[in-house]
């Protein structure tokens, strides 16, 4: 089956840090990858996807690379803001799966002043 | 503005009640899906529609039920069978599989 495993968290940064978050995967077709970011009682909103191997998506300042080899995108940010303190979810599309998203838990990001 | 409408935002049920939480949206997307979140997890799929008049059980659909007689609706109903209610419930659409949109959340409470 398909399961989505992320850097657990909560991850607490000074602002100006360099965020990176693991997201690693296992699907059964050729998956398409994505990176949602969830705002304190808000739903979650597209921050960036890669629909093939060696796809860098990117959005806001952040980064994935879709690593076939590795199964891995893993998002990263070279200089965070307080702006930036959210949930983060990594997920992907299977299209041998009805094309259901499969999340992973998410990683809580606190960026300090 | 396309977008997907969920209603209400907040919600209160009461032990053996059933609820419906209303999600509508205007993006044209065939597919629809409610998940399930709780606190410091991730999401799980309630059910999902691919096209109206048709839907599938996710991972956790027992005490749970939907309908899809249009396109642009697709409402959860909570039943009394489900034993855990309360959480945050998110409705979401797409296109192709590689474009979905959420919408903004209703927060059950059971009291």
């Known amino acids: 089956g398909n399961s989505v495993t992320q850097m657990e968290g909560p991850v607490t940064l000074s602002e100006e840090a360099f965020l990176t978050i693991n997201c690693t995967y296992t699907a059964t077709g050729y998956p398409s990858l994505f990176w949602y970011v969830q705002y304190p009682g808000e739903g979650l909103q597209l921050l960036l996807k890669a629909t093939k191997a060696d796809d860098k998506g990117s959005n806001k300042g952040f980064e994935a690379t879709y690593r076939k080899e590795t199964t891995s995108f893993h998002l990263e940010k070279g200089s965070v803001q307080v702006s930036d303190s959210a949930v983060y979810f990594c997920?992907?599309?299977?299209?041998?799966?009805?094309?259901?998203?499969?999340f992973g838990a998410g990683t809580t990001v606190t960026v300090r002043a | 503005d396309g977008g997907i409408t969920q209603s209400p935002k907040y919600l209160f049920r009461k032990e053996g009640q059933n609820v419906t939480l209303s999600c509508e949206q205007n993006l044209n997307h065939d597919a629809m899906y409610w998940y399930r979140q709780d606190p410091g997890q991730g999401l799980r799929l309630i059910y999902y529609?691919?096209?109206?008049?048709?839907?599938q059980k996710g991972d956790i659909a027992e005490g749970y039920s939907v309908s899809r007689e249009k396109k642009e609706s697709f409402p959860l109903t909570v039943t009394s069978a489900q034993k855990n209610p309360t959480a945050f419930y998110l409705c979401?659409?797409?296109?192709?599989?590689?474009?979905?949109?959420f919408g903004s959340g209703t927060r059950l409470t059971v009291v």
């Open positions: 529609s691919q096209i109206v008049n048709d839907f």
């Open positions: 997920a992907l599309s299977d299209p041998t799966n009805d094309y259901k998203l499969s």
């Open positions: 979401a659409s797409s296109i192709g599989g590689t474009s979905y949109t």
